[in-house]
């Protein structure tokens, strides 16, 4: 085996026999977000299941009836009749009763049909204790899907009766027909589909870099301090081993622990994502004709290797001038997180919808890069793409030989920085 | 044959001088030792000379190798054990002494042999399984002498080795050093505030205060060129003299 073997393997036993380490990268997102997501959709469940509805009817015509009727036969409601003789009172029962929801039909409700005027139902949903509110608010969107069923047919039926040949014309005079237009393709998706499929992964991809870029520079800046916090630096810097292995394991070592939480991470958010999966189009990118060739893969994975590369080579960096963990850690959240925001901000726009001055801004921090090379990639233009990995290429160049290279002079001891701590003499 | 040869050696820390220009040779074989008080440049010498440090001025060779232009030659003959040092702590210290095997040796069986040597240096017995976080500040300091000296380095530079430890186990570690020199002839440098503890391990020693040597000899000469009993008398009278005692 070879030094930087022996070096590598040194390095990932001891980030991988880390308990808190594995906790925090392994285990939460493994656990946590499953958990997280099945709590929620268990919610959603519970809320979409069955809708109990609690009707009072005042009214003194068969209108009302008809409705309850309606409301009956619609799939996933419940209806239980409340007789009262006043709002207030049915409202008292509806609680007693824990509903969610009280649907009251006045009085004048089929006279006012009857006389062509608009009728009034009124909709009272019932929160008894501070939750999301998803069930009531489910419950008042069927009630108010149904209310317009009924109001649609019984407007065809007066509308033919006032001597309409075409009802449906008439009440809807203008429809729609929405396609999308995808790489100069016509796709026949809405645009509002198009736009949900691309939202999620607009939002995926940069939170998935985001924490990546964190996580392994803080495990990076944390394998560095730790040889000083626990005085090993200067035993292992008298090793008869170049020092370029000694900083090439260390970032191999995070490398590798970095893959695995990322693994983890993927893992544990698609199970979380998935959890909300309910109802949806079932459209895919491919489906759009938004597909990464095996060429850009290749370079989607450059990309983003080299923006790890730097981001460690830089958390290293910082980690040289710290004197023990805790310092690094915080010196390089302070200075890591304000890189990487802008690659959070990319979860709600494009760099292409800013300002030259920011556009610019934003194309200068690596860390922006994978997610807007992913994007490129999907609408096939592969030539920002190249230019983005060579650029990528030069600054991890950078950085690691800048990080080499301080490492390999007595900056390495003798520079004492400590942040949020008093320095002792 | 000279080992160690450090001529005119000067070290700035920014405003601070903790070399002042020191000169010193060790012959092959030998155990010498550098004693002197807290901040004298004793630590500042020895990381110098195992290639942590660059010297300000002067210079400084490990049978013949610049410590600054051959650092990488130096590293291979050299085994420092730091002042104040940890091993890490998620390994065992058999694992421990393991990984520095393998840096040092050619062979997978020279390895085998050199772990074995360091298993029975650190007179850990089964403690070696358990993790380094469970040791003591002595078990370590043990486990640190052992895989310092486990390698048979031509030349081993310990930086206070006994300092901070009981009585039991600073005998331990001494024991262990003499033992280890006289049986493998390995030659020592060695740095010690404890005139005692130099007066049991040393062949020749050097006095060093404020960045400068003030007198070289073994104990024995020393004694006698002062007239004392033991070296602390030594000590205090040369720094009385202000440093020329022997000139
Ligand atoms: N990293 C450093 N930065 C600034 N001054 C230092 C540093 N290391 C040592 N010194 C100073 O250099 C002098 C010699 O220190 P050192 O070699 O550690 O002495 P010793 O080991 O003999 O106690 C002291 O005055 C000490 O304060
Ligand atoms: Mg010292």
């Known amino acids: 085996m070879g030094d930087f073997w022996i070096m590598a393997k040194k390095e990932l036993k001891n980030l991988f026999r880390d308990k808190k380490l594995i906790f925090g990268l392994v285990v939460v997102p493994l656990i946590l977000f499953p958990v997280m997501g099945r709590a929620i959709s268990v919610g959603m469940e519970q809320a979409q299941g069955e809708t109990r509805v609690a009707i009072v009817n005042f009214d003194s015509g068969q209108y009302g009836e008809v409705l309850i009727k309606t409301l009956r036969m619609s799939p996933n409601v419940t209806v239980d009749v409340v007789n009262a003789s006043s709002l207030e009172e049915a409202l008292q029962r509806a609680v007693a009763e824990k509903q969610n929801v009280l649907v009251v039909i006045p009085q004048d409700f089929s006279s006012r049909l009857e006389k062509n005027e608009k009728a009034t139902v009124g909709i009272y949903g019932i929160f008894t204790t501070v939750g999301a509110g998803i069930k009531e608010s489910i419950s008042e969107g069927r009630i108010n899907a149904v209310i317009e069923v009924l109001s649609q047919s019984i407007a065809r039926i007066k509308v033919e009766r006032l001597g309409a040949e075409n009802p449906d014309a008439v009440l809807q005079p203008i429809a729609t027909e929405s396609r999308s237009v995808i790489k100069g393709r016509i796709v026949d998706v809405s645009p509002s589909v198009v736009s949900g499929v691309m939202a999620s992964q607009s939002f995926s991809i940069p939170l998935i870099v985001f924490l990546m870029v964190m996580i392994t520079a803080q495990m990076a800046a944390g394998a560095m301090a730790s040889e000083k916090e626990n005085k090993t630096l200067e035993t292992l810097l008298t090793l008869p081993v170049p020092r370029t292995k000694i900083v090439g394991a260390k970032i191999f070592g995070t490398a590798v622990m970095g893959l695995v939480a990322a693994i983890a991470y993927m893992i544990g958010m698609n199970s979380y994502m998935g959890s909300f999966n309910f109802g949806s189009s079932g459209v895919t990118l491919a489906d759009l004709g938004l597909k990464v060739t095996p060429y850009g893969m290749v370079l989607f994975v450059a990309a983003v290797f080299l923006t790890i590369v730097f981001s460690l080579s830089l958390a290293m960096l910082l980690a040289i001038f710290a004197e023990d963990v805790q310092s690094a850690t915080t010196v390089v959240s302070a200075v890591i997180m304000p890189l990487a925001f802008p690659a959070f901000l990319l979860m709600y726009t494009d760099v292409s919808n800013m300002p030259a001055v920011f556009k610019y801004l934003m194309l200068a921090t690596p860390f922006t890069h994978p997610i807007i090379d992913f ?21 991890a160049a950078g950085a690691l030989y800048t990080t080499a290279w301080l490492f390999s002079t007595e900056k390495v001891l003798t520079a004492k920085i400590s942040w949020g701590k008093r320095k002792r003499g | 044959m000279v080992v160690v040869k450090v001529e005119s050696l000067e070290k700035d820390y ?46 400084a060779e490990v049978f013949g190798h610049d410590v600054v232009k051959d650092a990488p030659k130096v590293r291979e003959l050299i085994s420092y054990l730091p002042e104040e040092a940890g091993a890490y702590k998620n390994l065992t210290g058999m694992e421990y002494l393991e990984f520095m095997a393998r840096l040092y040796s050619k062979s997978p069986e020279e390895a085998l042999k050199m772990v074995d040597i360091g298993a029975k240096l650190s007179g850990l017995g089964e403690r070696l399984h358990d993790k380094v976080s469970t040791y003591s500040k002595g078990m370590t300091r043990k486990l640190l002498l052992a895989r310092a000296l486990m390698v048979k380095p031509k030349l081993a530079i310990l930086d206070e080795p006994a300092s901070g430890l009981d009585i039991v186990n600073a005998y331990a570690i001494r024991k262990t050093i003499r033992e280890f020199a006289r049986n493998e002839g390995v030659t020592f440098l060695i740095s010690s505030h404890n005139m005692l503890e130099v007066e049991f391990l040393c062949h020749r020693v050097a006095l060093i205060d404020s960045g400068r040597i003030i007198d070289t000899g073994s104990p024995k000469e020393l004694k006698e060129r002062y007239g004392a009993e033991n070296l602390e008398e030594v000590f205090m009278q040369a720094v009385g003299k202000g440093g020329d005692a022997s000139g």
């Open chain 1, 375 to 395: 994007r490129n990639l999907l609408m096939g233009n592969y030539l920002p793409v190249l230019l983005s990995v060579i650029y990528l290429g030069i600054t």
């Open chain 2, 14 to 59: 920014g405003t601070v001088k903790a070399l002042r220009g020191i000169s010193f040779s060790i012959n092959e074989g030998e155990i010498f030792g550098l004693i002197g008080p807290n901040g004298a440049g004793k630590s500042t010498t020895l990381k110098i000379l195992a290639t942590l440090l660059t010297p300000t001025g002067g210079r």
